[in-house]
């Protein structure tokens, strides 16, 4: 029985051979950690790209003062560059009725870009457009409300609508 013990002992792993492993282990769970953040910092632009993430608010939030602050906060609306944007507009219809405008037969040059075809919308949407009022840097920004109705203009791709370019009173 004792030279089976004996067999078994150095047949083990050693203490000295797992300590040469840690500072592997230590270093893969870094470059884990590196990619991980990496991957959420390259895709952190991506989302709010979308038309719905950045304009459409359905049901609109119940934010009782400052809706405009809050809004542009909350969904971290802001220039490339980390400044204030000036004007920006928050939808206040369900996501179907907007992609409906992809179909709408009122189509015409986009005003800000004339190389874009833009839909407008058949019907006026309930919407938000909050004004600049003070401040330049993200997210020291201070907007005004204005609550009005009018005609959204989109572009659209395949896949429905892409950017709001604008709207008409």
């Known amino acids: 029985m004792l030279s089976v013990r004996i067999r078994a002992k150095r047949a083990g792993v050693q203490a000295r051979d797992v300590k040469g492993i840690l500072p592997l282990m230590v270093l893969m769970v870094v470059v884990f950690l590196l990619l991980l953040f990496w991957e959420n910092e390259l895709t952190e632009d991506v989302v709010l790209t979308s038309i719905e993430q950045l304009h459409v608010d359905y049901p609109q939030n119940a934010v009782p003062l400052r809706y405009c602050n809050y809004m542009i906060l909350q969904r971290v609306i802001r220039e490339p560059d980390h400044r204030c944007r000036k004007v920006h507009v928050f939808i206040h219809e369900r996501p179907q009725k907007i992609n409906r405008v992809c179909t709408s037969s ?10 874009l075809f833009c839909f407008q919308s058949e019907t006026k949407f309930r919407m938000t457009v ?25 572009t659209c791709d395949d896949l429905g609508p892409v950017d709001l370019q604008g709207y008409v009173e």
């Open 106 to 115: 009122k189509k015409m040059s986009c005003p800000n870009d004339s190389d």
């Open 130 to 154: 909050c004004q600049l009022i003070d401040g330049t840097t993200y997210p020291a920004c201070r907007y005004q409300i204005s609550p009005i109705k009018g005609f959204v203009l989109v």
